[in-house]
């Protein structure tokens, strides 16, 4: 369970994701948010509390609520107290009733009651009931939970285990990931270290073999062979041989990648560098904008490489929906041990459209 944990953590520090542990506002950079679901209103924090803002920085929603979410599949996780739902227009359609809540997707949202977790339907009523000790949210019509005797499993929408005479002991062979992309899901075996994917009938699809590996995305994913990685696609035919000292996620095309140097720059999918190793850390597209780190702040490139918004910030999210989230910290003057996080939006033109705010 501790290596689980250990890989879980991992992942959220590669990519920023926000862990069930903890609820707070503002947005994800996983791909959680990668479909637009027509609702362009994005968490703002003002004096302590969260409200919306529209894609023109004006504010839809007051800021009444503790913490606030992005808006998916049509509705907010808000906290207030408990989590709950929102819908566009500030209303409660689900009140706020749990302890802890993931986003809705494909119609249903992981909940937490009394500790345990189970899925709700988007009217607030149990589509599965809780008995999980964790949950994650559904993709691609399967869910990765962990029941009562903290076995991992997948789920489809009923309930169902999925499960057949190949799927490995995922408590044996615990999952690297928790969700299916490309219809594959990284798992690992941890008496050998060896990374393989399973698909979504819970079939070996790739053998574990990989000493390192990630989930797909764009259609690749990145597995490391001795020390260098490089990217197959679901059926493990090889696209790019190993030969990246580091390599990210595919995403519009391009990869983030480290190949002969300390620096990043971008590939695409015959393996070219197209934009020339040059940045500090470097992040996936979204939106033809990617974030990069410069001389220790976040900035953004577009897809040829021009900065179009300055290297000024801490922390720097995906664009979603045409904005993205942007984090200055300052140091509070009246305590200088305390960090002030103060948080706003830029559009696509690198601009704010949204000054940050605390």
């Known amino acids: 369970m501790k290596s689980f944990l250990c890989t879980l953590l991992a992942l959220a520090a590669f990519s920023a994701t926000l862990s069930g542990c903890d609820f ?8 959680e948010s990668e479909q637009n679901d027509g609702v362009n209103l994005f968490p703002v924090r003002i004096d302590g509390s969260w409200g919306y803002i529209n894609e023109n920085g004006r504010i839809i929603i007051e800021p009444t609520f503790d913490a606030a979410r992005e808006f998916e599949d049509g509705l907010a996780r808000i906290r207030e107290g408990n989590v709950g739902y929102i819908d566009p227009e500030g209303k409660y359609v689900i009140e706020p009733r749990f302890q802890d809540g993931r986003p809705f997707t494909e119609g249903f949202a992981a909940v ?8 709700v339907n988007r009217s607030g009523a149990f589509a599965i009931n809780p008995q999980y000790t964790a949950a994650y949210s559904f993709e691609n019509g ?8 903290f076995q991992w499993e997948y789920i489809d929408t009923r309930g169902n285990v999925i499960r057949t005479l190949e799927t490995p002991d995922l408590t044996e062979f615990e999952s690297a990931s928790n969700d299916f992309q490309d219809g594959r899901a990284l798992v690992i075996d941890f008496n050998t270290n060896q990374y393989g994917f399973i698909d979504e009938n819970g079939n070996m699809a790739v053998d574990f073999q990989y000493s390192e590996a990630r989930s797909f995305s764009d259609g690749l994913a990145a597995i490391k062979i001795s020390d260098s990685w490089g990217f ?5 035919s090889a696209k ?6 580091e390599a990210g996620n595919f995403s519009e095309g391009l990869v983030a990648a480290r190949e002969n140097t300390n620096t990043w720059g971008y590939a695409d999918k015959s393996g070219r560098m197209v934009i020339e190793p040059q940045f500090e850390n470097a992040r996936p597209f979204s939106e033809g ?15 040829s490489g021009n900065v179009i918004a300055q290297p000024d910030f ?7 929906k045409g904005l993205a ?9 009246n305590n200088e041990n305390n960090i002030i996080t103060n948080i706003g939006y830029l559009g696509r033109d690198g601009k704010y459209v949204w000054y940050p705010t605390r």
């Open 24 to 31: 707070i506002g503002g947005l994800t950079s996983d791909d």
């Open 142 to 149: 399967r869910a990765f939970v962990r029941d009562a005797e």
């Open 314 to 320: 801490d922390e720097a999210l995906p664009f979603q």
């Open 325 to 333: 989230q942007v984090t200055i910290e300052l140091r509070d003057p």
């Open 289 to 303: 904008r990617a974030a990069v780190l410069i001389d220790g702040f976040w900035g953004y490139i577009d897809k």
């Open 112 to 119: 937490q009651v009394d500790g345990r977790w189970g899925f």
């Open 240 to 245: 790019i041989p190993p030969k990246y000292i």
């Open 232 to 236: 197959i696609d679901p059926s493990n």
